[in-house]
């Protein structure tokens, strides 16, 4: 167990949809990634968010965004779902230039 | 940007030694990570080298060299568990760009 926290573990939703993933960092780890990884695509950085602000972008889509919360929890939303947005996404948390330590995961499946 | 290649599958035999290789391109390193990941679940971080030289850990060893761009991971005495996904991460400042992964399959 990383101690970083994501749900929902599942999640099945229909095209055009907007939905939103959640994750607890772990304690006292001010940074917060996200990465989506699909079948055929490794694992991608989409954003950083750093004691509530974002400090690095990657490949992420105009659909999606993110937000971190002063408790420090974080918000992925992606919306207008498409059937290739289907993948698992884990959020990641850090110390400052630390080693990132991986949550569960959220498995979407856009139907 | 960083260009990460590694082996796609690598097949070994219980109590075995097997090797993964990565070599990698970046303008901006500040180390390289190693993680396991079984399917359907997260990355688990295994080691992190960001001088030359070898770290060691229990039957996980990981080798850097940053002149050549090159890493290794070194599994020692597989077992059968050891059979999962390993990804070779790259750090620039502080963004992790990781490579498409080595499926190792360890066979009784």
């Known amino acids: 167990d990383s101690g970083v926290t994501q749900t929902p573990k599942h999640l099945i939703t229909a095209t055009g949809q907007r939905v939103t993933l959640r994750c607890s960092p772990r304690s006292g780890d001010l940074s917060v990634y996200w990465y989506q990884q699909s079948l055929d695509q490794g694992l991608q950085f989409l954003i950083q968010?750093?004691?509530?602000?974002?400090?690095a972008k990657g490949n992420i889509l105009e659909r999606f965004s993110a937000q971190q919360f002063p408790d420090l929890h974080s918000e992925l939303n992606l919306s207008s779902l498409e059937l290739g947005d289907s993948a698992l996404y884990f959020c990641?948390?850090?110390?400052?230039?630390?080693?990132?330590?991986f949550g569960p995961g959220t498995r979407l499946l856009v139907l | 940007g960083q260009n990460i290649d590694q082996p796609t599958e690598m097949t070994a035999t219980e109590g075995a030694i097997v090797q993964i290789n990565c070599t990698y391109q970046?303008?901006?390193?500040?180390?390289l990570f190693w993680y396991q990941q079984h399917a359907g679940e997260a990355p688990t971080f295994l080691s992190y080298?960001?001088?030359?030289g070898l770290e060691e850990k229990g039957r996980f060893s990981s080798f850097l060299s940053r002149s050549k761009g090159y890493s290794y991971l070194l599994l020692k005495e597989l077992q059968m568990k050891d059979s999962a996904s390993y990804l070779c991460?790259?750090?620039?400042?502080?963004?992790?760009?990781f490579g498409a992964g080595t499926t190792v399959t360890v066979r009784a």
């Open positions: 991460a790259v750090r620039e400042r502080d963004k992790l760009s």
């Open positions: 968010y750093y004691n509530g602000e974002e400090r």
């Open positions: 970046t303008s901006g390193f500040n180390g």
């Open positions: 080298n960001v001088l030359d």
């Open positions: 990641a948390s850090s110390v400052e230039g630390g080693t990132q330590y």
